[in-house]
């Protein structure tokens, strides 16, 4: 199993970038995944890192780095649509399933 | 359109009164999920079955049911509701991988999910 652990809240100007860590504990890695979620509405994926390294898309990146067990993403040129809960979560050597952190809630205010 | 499909989306019932949430995907996913969503727990796993009649507990099974008699298919059961129960549910399904790499990333396609609430 992981331990996954990720900020609770964090909250960020518009405009501005902002960076979600998470940090995780597994016997044996095999990727790791960042979804976004809106207040009440189903997750949707925005990332997947394996190796380490930065995987830009857009105004979004996620960084990996599988000796720190350390990943983070990073959201540039914040709009008020980005406020939402971040997912980190990691999938184990030889399984499928991937496990869920707790979410980061990011506020974004004007 | 590609979708999973959870019914109901809302749900009042009472301690006790056994309840079916539906879940269906028009993807061909081999990889097919339960999950519930409590506010500081997130999401945790209830069940999964990775095939046709092959399923498996995730990290909160007690109380619940499911079945995977087809692939498109695969229902929640409540036998007996209870109060702590009471939680926002979601359906996941996806591709199994393929190795490791990004060909390997087994992307989940989420329900729009559903809210139970158990009296």
Redesign the interface.
């Known amino acids: 199993g992981q331990n996954i652990d990720q900020p609770?809240e964090m909250t960020a100007t518009e405009g501005a970038i902002v960076q979600i860590n998470c940090t995780y504990q597994t016997s044996g890695f095999?990727?790791l995944?960042w979804?976004q979620q809106h207040a009440?509405?189903?997750?949707?994926?925005l990332s997947?890192n394996?190796?380490d390294g930065l995987e830009e898309k857009g105004r979004f990146s996620s960084f990996l780095s599988r000796s720190k067990g350390y990943s983070y993403l990073l959201l540039k040129e914040l709009q008020m649509k980005d406020s939402a809960s971040y997912?980190c979560a990691v999938?184990d050597e030889g399984s499928?399933?991937?496990?869920?952190?707790?979410?980061t809630s990011l506020i974004v205010h004007p | 359109e590609a979708q999973v499909t959870q019914n109901p989306r809302y749900l009042i019932t009472v301690t006790g009164k056994k309840l079916t949430v539906t879940c269906s995907q028009n993807m061909n996913h081999e990889y097919m999920s339960w999950y519930r969503q409590d506010p500081g727990l997130g999401l945790r796993q209830i069940y999964y079955s990775m095939n046709v009649e092959v399923t498996d507990k995730g990290d909160v099974p007690e109380g619940y049911k499911v079945s995977r008699k087809e692939k498109r298919n695969f229902p929640l059961i409540l036998e007996s509701p209870s109060p702590n129960q009471t939680s926002l549910y979601f359906c996941a399904s996806s591709f199994r991988p393929i190795g490791r790499g990004v060909s390997g990333a087994n992307v989940l396609t989420f329900g729009a999910g559903s809210r139970l609430t158990v009296l």
Request: charge should be positive.
């Open positions: 609770t095999n990727g995944f979804y009440g509405e189903a997750p949707t994926f997947y394996v190796l997912l999938r499928y399933i991937p496990t869920f952190g707790r979410g």
